[in-house]
């Protein structure tokens, strides 16, 4: 019985196979959330020749994948604007974009140009922009009113109640809460270790004062929603579904600027699928399907008018969070030069390595 | 003749399979590992062979600090993990009744059906400053203010017992169950008492069991990554979570294929310096039981 069984089931997925013969498979490799399953369906709706493939990842993990293969595995890749040059010079990961085929008029000009700035290689665009959002703080209104710059983590009077994740986020911004431009000093890398030396210092001083490191939003939301801390650093994100949940708790763009990513799209080299993955990115930026898009992700399209797009109360959150002149702040990820990886973890190693006074 | 070709085919398609288990899986893969191991990067997409990335360890107190850190610690889980299953393992094996005795076993393995993440976050909703510890002992009374649990070395090593105990006590009742229940009753008739007759009878019929859990829950322990990462605080750092970060943070996966040689060659050189003191072999123990 059991045999049939098994040989019916091992009949019908070689049928299935099989079955649609042209049929074309869109590998996408993306963050958590970047493809909710109603946009997947209806774009295998609208398209039935292809299906999707998803893979949930962070911009480490993308980029260690495809150095892994070469560039092979996957057919859209979606990683930050500051993760491609570098990475393209030195381990060859994407192919060049063929703008023609995407509608480039749909995305907001500013953002583009900064992210064709940031990946041109060659005179070839490497990517083009799909969301982009912010880290800065968040915070307790009621019981921790004062967080409005990154060094107020470490303010003693919220000893035991704040957190921060242990990358390279934080080092940047205390490191402009310290007064320094650590992007400006990219070109100069011995600038740049004197700058981590500082911030290190800092931030080693810090540990005192915060209760744990978070690692994944998981954690993050669990601690301020239970009250254990009273503000962190965090993904813009994480705040705004929060604030959903707990009107206390608000995103605070800290006062040296919020740091700003975009995420993109790019073809990684031997991708096999380059229609379907440029289909689903002119499928994405659609209006109706951004909205889709954005109420999953809780990040801001990268499209004219994102922001209208956002679901009502992630539209609130962000009108509560920033003003004009917090947006005029930002501060965009820079490229990372090569080189600027191993420096940076050599000083996450040492801060988290250090006993503190505990 | 025939007969002979026919014999010499099944044994190779027999040992087929783990011929390219071992060659495919094990073996090949450390090559490349060892290999990536040795270049160092002098530039982008320029690479030298040599030794730097071992020597680098040595050079930067930081890992090896972590490295020792870590041994001692899956040490310490080893000895616990010991202490706690080997009462576990006599009672299953020598004092319950056979039919208690598959119940005792399954409620050992029930918590292997689960997860490790599962269970790290179990450990978590437990131990947390508003977790389900914490708060019923306010209830109770005994505590004023919420206490943290999570985020220090003690939870680390209580999950990660919690984690390898069952690989302990699995071998250790394989082998208590072999031994015969006269040898402690003729201990007891030519006067022995109880610690006596557990140090000179039940502990040395045990010791080949009592080891091969050791090697394995040792090097479960050091080479685990979640239940560290998930339960430490601020200055657990773990050997693994050092060679994930140089690997996917990082980018230097010369420098974490040489960490990972040298947490394979560090637990080595643990459990042979182990097999030593005990007076034991590989084949008396892990291969035995």
């Given at each position: ?63 260690a994948k495809l150095r892994a293969t070469g560039g092979a595995g996957f057919d859209l890749a979606q990683p930050s604007h500051d993760r491609i040059y570098a990475v393209q010079q030195e381990y060859n990961i994407y192919k060049p974009l063929d703008l023609s085929k995407i509608n480039v008029d749909a ?252 | ?289």
């Open positions: 019985m059991i045999m049939k069984l098994a040989i019916a089931g091992l009949l019908a997925t070689t049928v299935m196979a099989a079955g649609p013969a042209q049929a074309e498979t869109l590998r996408l490799l993306t963050w958590g959330s970047y493809a909710p399953d109603e946009l997947v369906k209806k774009f295998e709706a609208a398209n039935p020749d292809i299906t999707v493939e998803v893979t949930f990842s962070n911009n480490e993990e993308m980029i995305m907001q000009a500013k953002l583009l140009d900064g992210v064709k700035a940031n990946t041109t290689i060659d005179g070839e665009v490497y990517a083009v922009p799909h969301q982009w959002g912010t880290s800065g703080l968040m915070a307790n209104k009621t019981s921790a009113p004062d967080v409005k710059a990154w060094g107020d983590l470490c303010d003693p009077q919220y000893k035991g109640k704040t957190s921060m994740r242990l990358k390279r986020t934080i080092l940047l911004g205390m490191a402009f809460d310290m007064g320094e431009d650590p992007f400006a000093a990219y070109a100069d890398l011995d600038k740049y270790q004197t700058i981590l030396d500082k911030v290190a210092d800092k931030l080693i001083s810090c540990k005192d004062n915060l209760k744990a490191y978070w690692k994944g939003g998981d954690d993050l939301s669990a601690m301020m929603m239970s009250g254990e801390i009273v503000a962190s650093e965090t993904w813009d994100s994480t705040a705004y579904k929060l604030h959903g949940e707990n009107q206390d708790i608000v995103f605070v763009p800290p006062k040296t600027g919020a740091l700003a990513w975009i995420d993109t799209f790019a073809i990684p080299r031997k991708g096999e699928a380059d229609d379907a993955a440029y289909k689903w990115i002119n499928f994405v930026l659609e209006p109706e399907n951004v909205k889709i898009m954005s109420a999953s992700t809780g990040a801001i399209a990268a499209v004219e008018g994102g922001k209208d797009l956002l679901p009502d109360d992630k539209k609130a959150a962000v009108n509560a969070s920033f003003t004009d002149d917090d947006i005029n702040n930002l501060k965009f990820f820079a490229n990372i030069p090569a080189g600027v990886e191993d420096m940076e973890g050599k000083t996450l190693e040492k801060i988290k390595a250090a006993t503190g006074s505990e | 003749m025939m007969q002979n070709d026919i014999k010499r085919l099944s044994l190779f398609l027999l040992f087929a399979p783990f011929a390219l288990w071992i060659i495919l899986l094990i073996v090949l893969p450390h090559l490349g590992m060892f290999y990536i191991s040795l270049q160092e990067k002098v530039g982008p997409r320029v690479y030298e062979f040599g030794l730097a990335n071992y020597i680098n360890f040595f050079n930067e107190p930081i890992y090896w600090n972590t490295l020792i850190r870590t041994g001692s610690m899956s040490m310490l889980v080893t000895v616990l993990a010991l202490l706690l299953g080997f009462p576990i393992a006599y009672y299953i094996a020598k004092i319950a009744g056979n039919r208690t005795r598959g119940a005792l076993f399954l409620m050992c393995l029930i918590p292997l059906w689960v997860s490790d993440l599962i269970r790290a976050f179990g450990w978590i909703l437990l131990l947390r400053e508003t977790g389900i510890i914490s708060s019923s002992l306010q209830w109770a009374g005994l505590i004023n203010t919420p206490i943290e649990f999570l985020y220090n070395d003690a939870a680390v090593i209580m999950g990660l017992v919690y984690t390898v105990i069952l690989f302990m006590i699995v071998p250790l009742v394989s082998t208590l169950d072999g031994m015969d229940n006269s040898m402690i009753e003729a201990g007891y008739n030519l006067g022995g008492n109880g610690p006596t007759v557990l140090r000179r009878i039940i502990i040395p019929y045990a010791m080949p069991g009592i080891v091969s859990g050791c090697i394995v829950v040792f090097m479960l322990t050091a080479g685990s990554y979640l239940t560290p990462i998930l339960l430490g605080g601020k200055n657990s750092s773990w050997f693994t979570e050092q060679i994930y970060d140089q690997f996917i943070t990082r980018y230097n996966w010369e420098s974490g294929a040489a960490f990972g040689f040298l947490l394979l060659a560090f637990t080595s050189l643990v459990i042979w310096g182990g097999l030593k003191l005990s007076g034991q072999t590989l084949n008396s123990t892990v291969a035995r039981s």
